[in-house]
């Protein structure tokens, strides 16, 4: 069973910066794969970032591309956001999965409360 616990989250203007934390309760963090997913009330949960557990090799939704960076230290995983824009606004969720990454939700068994962004325009 792991554990998940996000926070950073808060309010910025548009063009702001924010870094998400997450915190793992694993003595086996390199066996994780770990991702950011957000979702609004009008979305499903979609794929931000995701980063192997060996390796450190990381993948990127398209619209995150040159503006987000994920990274990770044991026990814990974060995810640095730059040139935030309104649409960015949602409630960010870390994920775990054994094994691989995927940008699939289905692909992690373990999640975070999630941690509200907003960025106001």
């Known amino acids: 069973q792991v554990q998940l616990v996000e926070s950073g989250g808060g309010l910025v203007q548009t063009g702001g910066s924010l870094r998400l934390s997450c915190r793992a309760s694993t003595l086996y963090f390199n066996r994780y794969a770990m991702a950011w997913f957000r979702q609004t009330p009008e979305m499903a949960r979609e794929f931000v970032a995701s980063i192997s557990g060996v390796g450190g090799i990381t993948d990127y939704a398209d619209f995150v591309k040159g503006r987000f960076t994920v990274s990770r230290s044991d026990p814990m995983v974060y995810l640095e956001m730059n040139s935030l824009k309104p649409e960015d606004t949602a409630i960010y969720y870390c994920?775990?999965?054994?094994?691989?990454?995927?940008?699939?939700?289905?692909?992690?068994?373990?999640w975070g409360q999630g941690t509200q962004v907003t960025v106001s325009s």
């Open positions: 994920a775990a999965a054994r094994g691989d990454p995927s940008p699939q939700p289905r692909g992690y068994g373990y």
